[in-house]
Nanobody, 112 residues
Framework: QVQLVESGGGLVQAGGSLRLSCAASGSIFSINAMGWYRQAPGKQREFVAVVTSGGSTNYADSVKGRFTISRDNAKNTVYLQMNSLKPEDTAVYYC??????WGKGTLVTVSS
């Protein structure tokens, strides 16, 4: 089992920045990919970004050039640096590991 705990969400004005963190514990040796999804009010959950244990990354088109995902394997933590935030980035952001372990989410609200 893997436990994931997100932090770093909050309220920010459009154009601002936030950094989300996701700390993993438990059977961390089994983790390959870690990443983020998000779910806006009334919408389906959507992919945001992923990073593998080898450092390969992938991003949704909507966040490319604005968000950066990184991983500290020594701390078993993945980060999502979000810059140039837009109101449409408002959502609950969920951390995941190997696509079958999920955190409880952290709310990001971007005001216009």
């Amino acid at each position: 089992q893997v436990q994931l705990v997100e932090s770093g969400g909050g309220l920010v004005q459009a154009g601002g920045s936030l950094r989300l963190s996701c700390a993993a514990s438990g059977s961390i040796f089994s983790i390959n990919a870690m990443g983020w999804y998000r779910q806006a009010p009334g919408k389906q959950r959507e992919f945001v970004a992923v990073v593998t244990s080898g450092g390969s990354t992938n991003y949704a088109d909507s966040v490319k050039g604005r968000f950066t995902i990184s991983r500290d394997n020594a701390k078993n933590t993945v980060y999502l640096q979000m810059n140039s935030l837009k109101p449409e980035d408002t959502a609950v952001y969920y951390c995941y590991a190997n696509i079958n372990y999920w955190g409880k989410g952290t709310l990001v609200t971007v005001s216009s």
